[in-house]
Nanobody, 126 residues
Framework: QVQLVESGGGLVQAGGSLRLSCAAS????????MGWFRQAPGKERDFVAA????????NTADSVKGRFTISRDNAKNTVYLQMNSLKPEDTAVYLC???????????????????WGQGTQVTVSS
């Protein structure tokens, strides 16, 4: 059974930074893709960023490119999302997900992800 646990969310002022963590357990993640998505109240789940655990290839949404960076620590089975220059429109629940399909390219479609964490709230005040 795969478990994903997010942490690092909170309240921050516009222009500030946060680093989210997603600790994965339950099986080897050496060939999978890990992704970050976000969902604001009443809105669809949006892709933020994803990284291939095997080759380190990344995919980042245009809306956060240049501000957010995804990375991984293989030894800790942990994926990070460094968020800088935060804006009020970044406010959402941020969810970590695992795609176990062995795809070499990180996928931005939430429907292909097999496992999800509970999410962590990020609130950016203006």
């Amino acid at each position: 059974q795969v478990q994903l646990v997010e942490s690092g969310g909170g309240l921050v002022q516009a222009g500030g930074s946060l680093r989210l963590s997603c600790a994965a357990s339950g099986r080897s993640f050496s060939s999978f893709t890990m992704g970050w998505f976000r969902q604001a109240p009443g809105k669809e789940r949006d892709f933020v960023a994803a990284i291939s655990w095997r080759n380190g290839r990344t995919n980042t949404a245009d809306s956060v490119k240049g501000r957010f960076t995804i990375s991984r620590d293989n030894a800790k089975n942990t994926v990070y999302l460094q968020m800088n220059s935060l804006k009020p429109e970044d406010t959402a629940v941020y969810l970590c997900a695992a795609d176990l399909s062995f795809s070499p390219d990180p996928n931005s479609d939430y429907r292909v992800y097999h496992y999800w964490g509970q999410g962590t709230q990020v609130t950016v005040s203006s």
